[in-house]
């Protein structure tokens, strides 16, 4: 008879002892959707109080100074109340241009190399190396391309200077190889297996398999790579800041020193601008039109991503 009290006592115990358990995993199921909304807002928000800092101050300098003047002129000297901000925009795309010449090839083909021709082990220790490069802090590359990429394309191009276009873009290429590189092999080893043995199994060579089947079904992932790596290297600041100098021209030679968007955020966020002042407010307009331009490329990377997606 005890004994039936016990399993009776017993059996209650747990069923108040599950009962707090559903209780707490209940809990929990209801705060885990709040947590993550909390953490989706302050990512959202974040991009929006940017965007509003950066448009208020904006629309400030651009009440004083024509769009039309700040867009369409070819001489930046905000000191002496000239913003053309044409050369700094031509100077942007030249240290990109010579960039992508630099990471594409490299990267592309260091993907092909880990996703169809090295062997597992290689992959591991190769993958984790490569990307080692994408930490590697971007002062540390400008003052690579400084004192050492500048040098020695001075041995080759007489008449370069030592701030130049030429080993900022170069360096610059450098650090975003992991990206190409990382992102393209991902996207090529998620194409099945049964492509390439299909294509083998047809008579295909492993280089004729990887160039006319595994680049084609991993397109849209090469492009986004391609793209992102392109709006880092728009956005890229320390490397130009010190390897590409700070004279505004509007040039396409690669042995000059050229000033980007971002080198002049750095020079005009310094001591010597003085507070609400043109100088001021031009960052900000600057800052802006370096949004503009990442933005749209993460627009194109997410359009090119859905336009050639293959489902399989």
Excluded at 7 to 19: H, P, R, T
Aim: net charge neutral.
């Amino acid at each position: 008879m005890s004994e039936q009290i016990n399993q009776s006592y017993s059996v209650k115990e747990m069923i108040k002892k599950n009962k707090g358990k559903k209780n707490i995993g209940n809990l929990i199921e209801k705060l885990v959707p709040i947590f993550l909304f909390i953490c989706a807002f302050i990512s959202v928000g974040t991009t929006a109080g940017i965007l509003f800092s950066l448009l208020r101050e904006s629309i400030t300098f651009f009440s004083n100074v024509s769009i039309f003047d700040f867009y369409l002129g070819t001489e930046w000297s905000p000191w002496s109340d000239r913003f053309g901000v044409a050369p700094l925009i031509t100077g942007t795309l030249l240290i990109t241009f010579i960039a992508i010449c630099v990471a594409l090839p490299i990267g592309i083909a260091a993907a092909i190399y880990l996703s169809e021709y090295a062997t597992p082990k290689a992959r591991k220790v190769i993958k984790p190396i490569l990307e080692i490069l994408a930490g590697i802090p971007t002062v540390v590359y400008g003052f690579f391309a400084l004192t050492f990429v500048s040098p020695l394309l001075g041995n080759i191009f007489t008449d370069m200077r030592i701030f130049n276009a030429l080993s900022a873009g170069v360096v610059v290429g450098i650090m975003i190889i992991p990206m190409i590189a990382s992102l393209s092999e991902d996207a090529m080893s998620a194409v099945p297996n049964n492509l390439r043995e299909g294509a083998l199994g047809l008579g295909a060579t492993k280089f004729e398999v990887t160039l006319r089947v595994i680049l084609p079904a991993a397109f849209s992932g090469i492009v986004a790579s391609v793209v992102l790596a392109v709006s880092r290297a728009i956005g890229e600041t320390m490397i130009v800041t010190i390897a590409a100098g700070a004279t505004p021209n509007m040039t396409f030679d690669m042995t000059q020193s050229i000033q980007t968007l971002t080198a002049f955020i750095v020079q005009g966020a310094t001591g010597d601008t003085s507070y609400h002042s043109d100088i001021y407010f031009s960052i900000y307009a600057v800052g802006i039109t370096l949004f503009v331009f990442t933005l749209l490329m993460n627009i194109l990377a997410q359009y090119i991503s859905r336009r050639f997606r293959e489902d399989y």
